[in-house]
């Protein structure tokens, strides 16, 4: 065995930070109980405050890279991937933590099923304990592109345990290995924010690999930490990375159903809601979401340097 093998760590495990340092620590602290072993990368997404001090401080195993500006979710999980060394790589959100058993039964299921593309595990909301949000999702519709987390809401009693194929992973926790994201390409950046882990899935579904759910391993997922549960920033992507998913995933003549029925009908009906709501601000973020699609250019797909 060579020496630069010998030196590969396992795992790598990659989160981004956005001026949301403490939340950060939670997750390094998890991390530090359940998985130590693992190479840790923290991506900070052009934080404002002294998040990267904290972190490079407090946490001296854990590599800091400070991109300088925010270049969104995919954006900054791929700066993390490319600067991994691991076999297996978990990109993680900054406001989910590890509980007992770390992510070993996810190792195990991708080292041991061929052809595995994107790995989920079981999540449950943090402030919830016990409540589900997602164990496996169905498929998306091709003109609402709305779908079901399955189990979303319900007590966790054991009644998702058997692991099974899922169209999509979870962007909160999803583990590849280098080899399948070699041969699908990192995560697309065309979107900044929602819909780049479905986009990404497909992209597996597609090279031939089967996204996977993990039940044997947990993870707990304080949702919306960072752009609030309900905000004119969620309110603006949500709008604008339906319609690129469309764009780039349906097929004519669907994706132009799918554009009446999120540019028109589903647009319509938010904008008079959060209008007399007194929402205007939420309203406006709806337009403002369909405009910036409609100077949408498709990116080329990032590569990652083998």
């Given at each position: 065995m060579s020496d630069e093998t010998?030196?590969?760590p396992l795992?790598?495990?990659v989160t981004v930070n956005y001026n949301g340092g403490a939340m950060t620590c939670q997750l390094l602290d998890s991390i530090r109980r359940y998985q130590p072993d693992a190479e840790v990368i923290v991506v900070d997404n052009g934080s404002?405050?002294?998040?990267v001090s904290m972190i490079s401080s407090s946490y001296p195993e854990v590599v800091v890279i400070a991109t300088g500006e925010n270049l969104g979710f995919a954006g900054g999980n791929n700066v993390g991937i490319r600067a991994a060394h691991g076999r297996y790589i978990l990109m993680i959100n900054n406001d989910a933590e590890l509980t007992e058993g770390g992510v070993d039964a996810m190792l195990k299921r991708i080292e041991q099923e061929d052809n595995i593309g994107l790995v989920s595990p079981k999540i449950l909301f943090h402030h919830q304990p016990?409540?589900?949000q997602y164990a496996g999702f169905t498929p998306l519709s091709p003109i609402t592109l709305r779908n079901n987390a399955i189990g979303y809401g319900t007590h966790d009693e054991g009644?998702?345990?058997t692991p099974h194929p899922t169209p999509y992973a979870h962007g909160a926790?999803?583990?590849a290995s280098r080899k399948a994201i070699e041969r699908a390409g990192l995560m697309p950046e065309d979107y900044f924010l929602y819909y780049e882990e479905l986009d990404w899935s497909v992209i597996f579904s597609r090279k031939g690999m089967t996204n996977y759910y993990e039940p044997l391993t947990t993870v707990?997922?304080?949702e919306s930490a960072t752009t609030g549960a309900d905000s004119p920033l969620k309110v603006y992507y949500n709008t604008r990375s339906r319609l690129i998913f469309a764009y780039r995933n349906i097929s004519l003549p669907a994706r132009w159903l799918a554009y009446l029925y999120l540019g028109i009908v589903v647009a319509t009906r938010d904008v008079v809601r959060y209008w007399f709501k007194g929402r205007k601000d939420m309203a406006k973020a709806v337009v403002k979401g369909i405009c910036s699609f409609a100077k949408y250019k498709r990116l080329e797909s990032p590569k990652l340097e083998k």
């Open positions: 010998r030196r590969q795992l790598s495990i404002y405050g002294d998040d016990g409540t589900i009644q998702h345990d926790a999803m583990m707990t997922h304080k």
